[in-house]
DNA sequence: TTGAAAGCGCTACCAA
DNA sequence: TTGGTAGCGCTTTCAA
């Protein structure tokens, strides 16, 4: 704290901490400083001695050289850098899954994500967005952690954006989504596969993308295997534990109770397995069970493990960098992609 | 792409998004470029009647400017972006809590989080560091998942830094971790003062900096209580289920079993529970158990409840990014805080 | 109260 | 092959 007048850190008195420039490099080494910037950047359009090169490397590095990247970005128009807004992060390990699959692509590519969470709320969606505006990344991912439509300020529109796992009402933005309906035409299908032909399907609010599009695949399965839909054996619950239980009870009370429980989700899934124990049922010799969204702390620690489907969370992260970086030039001639992923079967013991 | 016939966004076309600037907002109000910043960052030093603000705000508006932030930056030196290294991002819930934790608090202070994952890969790190230090992030924090001992590169001194979870043989660095004893005390303690005299403890890998910490507060809350320490209730396992079933069948061989059990960890309680379960034995009524590390999913959904002690992720990460901001300046005079947060209590239904 | 201008560190153009 | 130099957009000093 102290010296002389205390003034130790701001003048030259080696506490300073004045980062060395490309000109110091320069001087160093003895030449321009556009030939450190040719050398440092590996430009190929101009050819540099071997020697010339290693003396600027050299003093670099023993200047501790690091180039700035702010600097950089201001000349270039580019930061390399992309903006994920994610509207929960602590409460669901999704989140998880889509920034690593998002970082894991980017930083193959040399680009680095700036990150913010909204916890659901709109005025700091807003914000973030004016943010990283302003910072000028060079794309915004806009992830929901759940499958729904979202309405978003037009402010979005002012750079390359991409919605994953949510979109526009009129489609105006580019998405990425779970293939819903194929992930419940898969589970379907696979139960059908096993010789089922009473299949129940307790499904999540009706309202939601995600139950319309496994319902739509649930009926394509059975129109497919030649299995007439029986509105009985269709429920829909509110997604957590106590709906799956009491529907699953109201399921095997059925004169013609089904053989196999396709469920909306794994929380779903563990309500059923508990209804079934209590029914003296055994999975999957007597019902067969088969859940949704693969949350491996439930799905792998239940007896017996749950065969389920797997949301392609990694899968959207990674895409929607990829798409980022592939379309970093607005171009309003093009079609906006609305892509859907698959939802890929994770079989374990439960069928 | 050519020109003259498909030029559309290279040239003035409308779709050209060559981004206003103070220039343009100075020009547009009639103004100097210097007073737009003035307004525009409401700087008090200089007054400006209010009849101008009005003309520069409105011109900003209109021409939709927006703040440069890397020219900014490169102009006062700070970047108002921390950094984040983290060694796993998908694979635990703990990373969205620290995330959280320090997001919110940035975010309050304005500051924005780069985060960066390691995979625990000790390249990818030090890159990840050269990365921030190139971005010239105001600082940078390190964070593990699991309370560990660390190595790290020695550029990570070129900048603010704070490590969490986590920390440097030699303490050279700051940082931030559990209470881990602290957290074992509470957990012997409330046992005891629930009556318990014999307390089982099944404890994490010995060589654990969690399992040397919390075997201290084990030990200083016996003593404490006046209960003479028996080696035979105190047992250290592999931090998995499977160790906890099998350690706590082993504990309740005992001639003189405990009648409560202390488990290292949450998956250690779960394979209690199934031991203790196939004994015939009832929690709490036969044998209380307490946890640790609070894995919601696990914990909330044993029955009964575990009780069990919180790993303060959350305050950690939101710790850090406090440090770091209080921190800016490199001030080597000062003091290396090793600071230890506390494991609260999450009272549930095991006891 | 306002304006001109310097300069943050970098890239890349143009001349030598 | 190398070097000088003009900006990128901003903040802030200094003069008017």
């Given at each position: ?64 050289y690091r180039p700035n990247a702010a600097a950089a970005s201001l ?277």
């Open positions: 704290m102290t010296s002389d007048a205390k003034d130790t850190r701001r003048k030259g008195t080696a506490g300073t901490h004045r980062r060395p420039t490309t000109y110091d490099v320069a001087k160093q080494a003895g030449v321009a400083q556009s030939t450190v910037s040719y050398v440092l950047n590996d430009v190929r359009t101009v050819t540099i001695p071997q020697e010339t090169r290693d003396r600027v490397l050299e003093a670099a590095r023993t200047l501790g000349r270039m128009g580019r930061t390399n850098t992309i903006g994920l807004i994610s509207d929960e992060i602590a409460t669901t390990p999704f989140a998880g899954k889509i920034i690593k699959g998002a970082q894991d692509y980017a930083w193959e590519q040399g680009k680095i994500l700036m990150i913010i969470n909204t916890d659901g709320d709109a005025d700091i969606a807003a914000a973030a967005i004016t943010l990283l505006l302003e910072r000028r990344v060079d794309g915004i991912i806009y992830a929901a952690m759940h499958h729904q439509e979202v309405l978003l300020p037009t402010t979005l529109r002012e750079t390359p954006a991409i919605l994953l796992d949510c979109f526009v009402a009129d489609r105006s933005l580019p998405s990425v989504t779970p293939d819903e309906s194929g992930g419940g035409y898969t589970a379907t299908q696979t139960l059908s596969a096993h010789g089922h032909r009473r299949i129940g399907f307790i499904n999540l609010q009706p309202d939601l993308p995600a139950a319309v599009g496994r319902l739509a695949g649930y009926h394509a399965a059975l129109r497919e295997a030649g299995i007439a839909l029986d509105p009985a054996l269709v429920r829909h619950g509110n997604s957590r534990a106590d709906s799956g239980y009491a529907l699953t009870r109201e399921l095997m009370q059925l004169t013609a109770p089904p053989t196999a429980i396709f469920c909306g989700n794994d929380n779903i899934a563990m309500g059923a397995y508990d209804a079934l124990r209590e029914l003296g049922l055994a999975i999957p010799n007597d019902v067969a069970v088969i859940g949704f969204d693969n949350q491996e702390i439930i799905a792998a620690y239940l007896r017996p493990a749950l065969t389920t489907l797997e949301l392609p969370h990694y899968a959207m992260g990674q895409w929607a960098v990829r798409y980022l970086l592939d379309h970093t030039e607005h171009s309003a001639d093009e079609a906006v992609p609305q892509v859907v992923l698959p939802c890929p079967l994770v079989m374990r013991d439960s069928l």
